[in-house]
């Protein structure tokens, strides 16, 4: 496994949100964080890049993240796109992007840029002007753009569909899906759409009220009829 999460707490001030946890995604693979608003999936995210109070395990490829500073989790191939996309509206996109690639230090960012015009064309259309001034949908495809231009070996995806048009949901899970599929990036991916979410995962797991209750792969969990009417509202 890559990543491996094992009796993770995490909370804010004195409250734990998450009670002990235990969650994996495998190296190249996708795994489906799922559950009701509140459940503690954001939660999870930011614990992982060590942005909040945490206590039990976390190892990415077997090496311990916990009490490493963000930036420095960054550097271990830990790339994060966050809940509202996390854009900065004043920079270009050009300059949205070289954030991406602030920490690297080799030759290939070049090509990187147009594998990333290759995977999101509108970007190269869009590359002088303020992010503020894009669409939803290509704020978000930015956001990815940056995360994978740190070329990670996590990506972690917080509700990408979240105020998308359908088509545009569509086509940036499209994107992910041969992000993954090319690059072998691992993606742990909390959506509130279960439904798309367990098409593309390979593996799920389903928080309520910050503990796992449900886990299994996702083809399982997507055809057990008890599970959807009771955890995922379809």
């Not at 909040?52 to 796109?81: C, D, P, W």
């Not at 990815?144 to 995806?157: F, G």
Request: aromatic share 6%.
């Amino acid at each position: 496994m890559l990543l491996e999460v094992k009796g993770l707490k995490a909370g804010y001030g004195p409250s734990w949100v998450l009670h002990g946890i235990d969650l994996a995604v495998a190296e190249g693979g996708v795994t489906a964080l799922l559950g009701a608003n509140g459940a503690g999936k954001t939660t999870t995210l930011r614990a992982i890049c060590g942005m909040i109070r945490t206590e039990g395990e976390i190892l990415l490829a077997g090496k311990r993240l916990n009490g490493l500073a963000t930036e420095n989790i960054v550097r271990q191939g830990v790339a994060h796109v966050p809940d509202g996309r996390g854009t900065f509206m004043e920079l270009t996109v050009e300059e949205n992007m070289r954030l991406g690639a602030i920490t690297r230090h080799d030759r290939d960012v070049a090509a990187d840029f147009e594998r990333m015009f290759e995977l999101f064309p509108r970007l190269k259309q869009r590359f002088r002007q303020q992010a503020g001034t894009l669409s939803g949908g290509e704020q978000q495809m930015l956001a990815i753009a940056r995360a994978l231009l740190l070329r990670p070996r996590l990506l972690l995806m917080d509700e990408p569909s979240f105020g998308l048009a359908p088509l545009i949901v569509q086509e940036i899970f499209d994107i992910m899906r041969r992000v993954q599929r090319e690059q072998r990036v691992a993606i742990l991916l909390v959506e509130q759409n279960a439904n798309l979410a367990l098409e593309i995962a390979d593996t799920a797991f389903l928080l309520e009220t910050g503990r796992i209750v449900v886990s299994g792969t996702a083809a399982e969990i997507r055809q057990d009829e008890s599970i959807r009417r009771s955890y995922l509202g379809y």
